[in-house]
């Protein structure tokens, strides 16, 4: 009597073999496609950043460089004005102020835009409309600066460029000026900060070397806080980057780019160190 055959069974054997083989090889080429697109995609992330980086650094260049020859204008403004009161030697507080207010109407623009200011050693300032103040911080006097600024903000927030007097100018008060100088009102340099690249949907902060905010330009303070270094220090950064990277970049190059998150939403970031103004934007 014959024995029965197990044909049949090794035939089942080897299909099933055959469906893992051909499951473990589906998985395989999967597991490829998926490492693939997540490489493409990748790097055309990357090759976008880079283009956006491109792009944001032609913008830093048309909107800071404006800013930089302004502000080096102020500057020259500055020490014209103290050979302007060196040639008119006021002798006392009522003197100067009339000397400030005639330096004040000189220029029609100047006028509305800009004041003209003396500072005595003792960090007394001066305008047409006589004493102000004091300023807060006397340490660029006693340090006997060439030039200096500083942004005030008693009613509408200024910057104040001043020059050293080659020779002082002593009042019979018992005065000493020592500095001459300047105002410009902040949002006068808003046309600089103003980027129709992007629909001029971008704000632009001034910063002090700490990181204080001295002003910024947007509708919205996206930066909470008065610091904005804590502020980006504290975002998510994406390409590999962090604010610890960025800092570098700047301190080295003098400008920095990077892509964060902020509330759910992306963000591409430049900070940039000016060079006539100790100001990074």
């Known amino acids: 009597m014959k024995e029965p055959t197990t044909r049949p069974l090794r035939t089942r054997a080897e299909k099933l073999r ?122 660029p006097i006693r340090r006997k600066e060439t030039q200096f600024c500083f942004v005030e ?25 020592v500095y001459v100088g300047i105002t410009r009102r902040m949002e006068r340099l808003n046309a600089h900060f103003r980027c129709s690249a992007y629909d001029r949907h971008n704000s632009v902060y001034v910063l002090n070397a700490k990181g204080g905010k001295l002003f910024y330009s947007g509708d919205k303070d996206l930066l909470e806080g008065g610091n904005a270094y804590q502020a980006l220090r504290g975002m998510v950064y994406h390409h590999g980057s962090s604010f610890a990277s960025t800092w570098r970049q700047l301190k080295k190059t003098g400008v920095a780019y990077a892509n964060t998150m902020l509330d759910g939403e992306e963000y591409y970031c430049v900070l940039y160190q000016m060079e006539s103004i100790p100001w990074t934007l």
């Not at 507080?93 to 835009?113: F, G, I, P, S, Y």
């Not at 009613?155 to 009042?171: A, C, E």
Request: charged content about 20%.
């Open 18 to 139: 055959l469906r893992n083989i051909l499951c473990i090889f589906a998985g395989v080429i999967l597991l490829g496609v998926m490492i693939f697109l997540k490489f493409y995609s990748g790097y055309i992330e990357d090759v976008l950043y880079a283009e956006r980086q491109i792009q944001l650094q032609e913008v830093t260049d048309q909107l800071f460089h404006g800013l930089e020859d302004l502000i080096e204008s102020k500057w020259a403004a500055a020490e014209f004005q103290c050979s302007i009161l060196e040639m008119a030697q006021p002798a006392t507080q009522e003197e100067l102020a009339v000397c400030l207010q005639r330096q004040n109407a000189v220029d029609e623009d100047h006028a509305v835009q800009d004041e003209v200011l003396a500072v005595d050693e003792q960090g007394n300032w001066y305008t047409g409309h006589g004493l102000q103040g004091t300023l807060s911080d006397i340490g």
């Open 153 to 177: 903000r008693t009613g509408k927030t200024r910057t104040v460029f001043l020059h050293r007097l080659d020779q002082p100018v002593d009042l019979a008060d018992g005065s000493r000026l």
